[in-house]
């Protein structure tokens, strides 16, 4: 819908150039369908394994829009703690940033499909996608870190997101011309909140790579990237402060 409305209007916000969200809509239904031509499509849940970046902006609306459910994981995990989760999952496929190649491979050890983020799309149809999603479908995982056991895995569904959104809509008012930040490694649930309510509202998201770059970096990076809200753990604050 706000592909629609306002297809010129920043979608995301890069250092190198913003996306607009004509740009953004075309790229994930074209990745979706590359998805759905390299990866089982019985409902399996689709692992990611990215850093915070246009990347996986990008894939987690194409795993939605292609009808399926994504989960991604903590690459700084044990690697038992992934096999573990991996193992539980049993995912239809593992979308790979370029230097976790060689770890996924090893991960999926050919039970399903290991997808590089450099992959061409480019033969792929833009036209939106027509897939069944019910309000009740599920649209992620998040695994626990298992500092207390082994990890668990915790579904929540398209309904739930949308009541979350609105929520944290009505409380922050963003409207378009506002820059969210996205600053959580993608494995945290909030990063749903800072996606969602501002590509629902018609704002930017400003994703920036907290674990390569580094606390030094980001206050220059906030008045680079003009954002408005700020959004955060209290961890995180913390080492603002």
Same mark, same amino acid.
């Given at each position: 819908?706000?592909?629609?409305?306002?297809?010129?209007?920043?979608?995301?916000?890069?250092?190198?150039?913003?996306?607009?969200?004509?740009?953004?809509?075309?790229?994930?239904?074209?990745?979706?369908?590359?998805?759905?031509?390299?990866?089982?499509?019985?409902?399996?849940?689709?692992?990611?394994?990215?850093?915070? %970046?246009?990347?996986? #902006? +990008?894939?987690?609306?194409?795993?939605?829009?292609?009808? @399926?459910?994504? =989960? /991604?994981? $903590?690459?700084?995990?044990?690697?038992?703690?992934?096999?573990?989760?991996?193992?539980?999952?049993?995912?239809?496929?593992?979308?790979?940033?370029?230097?976790?190649?060689?770890?996924?491979?090893?991960?999926?050890?050919?039970?399903?499909?290991?997808?590089?983020?450099?992959?061409?799309?480019?033969?792929?149809?833009?036209?939106?996608?027509?897939?069944?999603?019910?309000?009740?479908?599920?649209?992620?995982?998040?695994?626990?870190?298992?500092?207390?056991?082994?990890?668990?895995?915790?579904?929540? %569904?398209?309904?739930? #997101? +949308?009541?979350?959104?609105?929520?944290?809509?009505?409380? @922050?008012?963003? =409207? /378009?011309? $506002?820059?969210?930040?996205?600053?959580?490694?993608?494995?945290?649930?909030?990063?749903?909140?800072?996606?969602?309510?501002?590509?629902?509202?018609?704002?930017?998201?400003?994703?920036?790579?907290?674990?390569?770059?580094?606390?030094?970096?980001?206050?220059?990076?906030?008045?680079?990237?003009?954002?408005?809200?700020?959004?955060?753990?209290?961890?995180?604050?913390?080492?603002?402060?």
């Amino acid at each position: 819908r706000q592909a629609i409305l306002h297809p010129e209007a920043p979608a995301v916000r890069l250092l190198s150039g913003d996306i607009n969200y004509a740009e953004l809509n075309i790229a994930a239904n074209r990745t979706a369908r590359m998805l759905l031509a390299n990866a089982a499509t019985d409902a399996r849940p689709i692992a990611l394994m990215l850093d915070q %970046s246009y990347e996986s #902006i +990008l894939w987690v609306l194409a795993i939605l829009k292609a009808g @399926l459910c994504y =989960a /991604p994981l $903590d690459q700084r995990l044990p690697e038992p703690s992934l096999r573990a989760i991996i193992d539980n999952l049993a995912p239809g496929a593992l979308i790979a940033g370029t230097r976790y190649l060689n770890a996924c491979h090893s991960l999926a050890a050919g039970r399903f499909p290991v997808i590089g983020t450099d992959t061409t799309n480019d033969r792929f149809a833009s036209e939106n996608l027509d897939q069944p999603v019910t309000a009740d479908s599920v649209a992620y995982v998040f695994y626990t870190s298992g500092s207390t056991g082994a990890p668990k895995g915790v579904a929540d %569904s398209h309904r739930n #997101i +949308l009541h979350n959104i609105m929520r944290y809509t009505n409380s @922050l008012k963003f =409207a /378009p011309g $506002d820059v969210m930040s996205l600053v959580q490694h993608p494995r945290f649930s909030g990063t749903v909140s800072s996606l969602f309510g501002a590509l629902l509202n018609g704002a930017a998201i400003a994703p920036f790579d907290l674990q390569s770059e580094g606390f030094q970096l980001i206050s220059q990076w906030l008045r680079l990237a003009r954002v408005t809200v700020f959004h955060a753990v209290p961890s995180i604050f913390r080492q603002l402060s």
